[in-house]
């Protein structure tokens, strides 16, 4: 069974540009959510996606946007980039509800904004 | 609302020594409780979960964490380390409920010497 897929891995970014990053679940797996890693907070949360609705949201600005399409990729966008945005972006896939279960967790894609 | 606290970011113990991380969490009611570890340039894997079963968890690679309510306690142990246990170790909490959500805590680094 394949792993949780992220893409792109790396990416540089100027501040003020915009970033597109892509999940690609297990087979089966309904529940995505996106999480912030930084060294100085650890990870925080951004937003679960269960069956294409969005089910809970973190603490972070109307910036940081995400969806699920019906086959459960998902993809979350960060508008108008700032230097503190430069973090890990983590995807973690779940056949139910993340609250209960275990996690999966892809590679993540790390962002650099310059 | 539910947190979890890591007391300091950094552990080190020699190889065979006894591995203790410590978590303390808070939650208005019943938790799950989860350990999951990362290593370097990797994504997070569950260690082991609590969901109120027995209060005495058994994870992989040998790690185990008791549940104890009394003290709002989740500490992972392991009684003798290994150079490959070298990695971050997160403790997270959640509980049932349509809009609950995992929350992590900081992380900390086990190192392990020689």
């Known amino acids: 069974k394949a792993g949780v897929t992220q893409t792109p891995r790396y990416l540089i970014k100027t501040r003020g540009q915009q970033v597109t990053l892509s999940c690609s679940p297990i087979s089966g797996h309904r529940s995505v959510s996106w999480y912030q890693q930084t060294p100085g907070q650890g990870l925080q949360f951004l937003f679960e996606y269960f069956s294409e609705t969005q089910r809970n949201k973190g603490n972070f600005p109307g910036r940081f946007s995400g969806r699920q399409f019906s086959n459960s990729r998902s993809e979350m966008n960060v508008s108008t980039l700032e230097l503190g945005d430069s973090a890990l972006y983590l995807c973690a896939t779940a056949e139910g509800w993340t609250n209960t279960g275990e996690l999966f967790f892809g590679e993540g894609s790390r962002l650099t904004v310059l | 609302a539910q947190s979890v606290t890591q007391l300091g970011s950094h552990v080190s113990v020699s190889e065979g020594a006894l591995v203790l991380l410590r978590c303390n969490y808070s939650s208005s009611v019943p938790p799950y409780l989860f350990w999951y570890v990362q290593y370097p340039n990797q994504g997070l894997q569950l260690l082991l979960k609590?969901?109120?079963?027995?209060?005495l968890v058994k994870g992989i690679n040998g790690f185990e964490a008791e549940f104890k309510k009394s003290e709002t306690s989740f500490h992972l142990t392991k009684p003798s380390a290994h150079m490959s246990d070298a990695a971050e170790y997160f403790c997270a909490v959640s509980s049932t409920g349509a809009n609950s959500k995992l929350t992590f805590g900081k992380g900390i680094t086990l190192s392990v010497r020689p």
């Open positions: 609590y969901t109120s079963a027995a209060t």
